[in-house]
């Protein structure tokens, strides 16, 4: 928003039509993904989840695998990924939201505030909900696969990230190494349960891992350089 004319610019050089209109729209999608999902009411995660995954996958198509596709860079590739992460927590919110929806009151939880509207999509949530576990299950699996990957690279290699975490400066770096893919294996495990439990488990260890990850691997060598 604060580059607009730039973020069109960008929607030409992709060479959609309507750059302005592209640009809008994406700015929308997001406005209102973000918007509808910190409410915490279920049917408005729920839209917020589709805006939000509407903007991920024009973003991911046209942003990056394009120019991974001409080009092979691994920076475009390594954002897929991480893209493909998000709408997968996307989708794993509608999977968790679905069942939830009307139980506050009202067809959609919202107490008829949208009157015959509210009923009608009521209902097609109704035929939607005995569904609702696919996308909670293939939401996971896209949400974890960027963790399966770095654990399988790392396992791979573990003497390169045994030197990793000595590179960090960190004490004892065959056990920080270790628990780290510990913590990958873990917290992947648990996630792809699907049980609330479990998964709470597995985000605990998933979140360990991404703030040394973070902290070491991004945030100090980002202060040191810019």
């Known amino acids: 928003a604060k580059d607009f004319s730039g973020f069109v610019a960008m929607m030409r050089g992709f060479g959609l039509p309507c750059p302005s209109f592209m640009a809008f729209s994406g700015l929308f999608c997001l406005f209102a ?70 139980k506050e009151g009202g067809p959609l ?24 576990y696919t996308f909670k299950y293939t939401g996971i699996f896209f949400f974890v696969l960027i963790f399966i990957m770095s654990f399988l690279n790392h396992v791979r290699d573990f003497k390169g990230f045994v030197v990793m975490m000595s590179n960090f400066g960190l004490p004892f770096p065959t056990v920080f190494a270790a628990g780290g893919l510990g913590c990958l294996f873990g917290g992947c495990c648990c996630m792809l349960t699907g049980e609330p439990a479990l998964m709470m488990w597995g985000a605990g260890l998933l979140i360990i891992f991404l703030i040394f990850s973070t902290y070491f691997g991004h945030f100090k060598p980002w202060r040191e350089t810019g």
Not at 52 to 58: D, E, G, H, K, S
Not at 77 to 90: H, P, Y
């Open 109 to 132: 939880g919202l107490h008829g505030a949208l009157g015959s509207v509210g009923v009608f999509l009521g209902k097609i949530y109704d035929l939607f909900r005995p569904y609702s």
């Open 33 to 102: 993904g973000c918007t509808c999902f910190i409410t915490a009411v279920p049917v408005l995660m729920e839209w917020g989840s589709e805006f939000l995954l509407m903007f991920l996958i024009a973003a991911t198509y046209f942003g990056h695998y394009k120019p991974w596709k001409e080009t092979g860079t691994r920076g475009h590739f390594l954002m897929m990924m991480k893209n493909l992460s998000i709408a997968g927590a996307c989708l794993m919110t509608i999977g968790f939201v679905v069942p939830e929806i009307g």
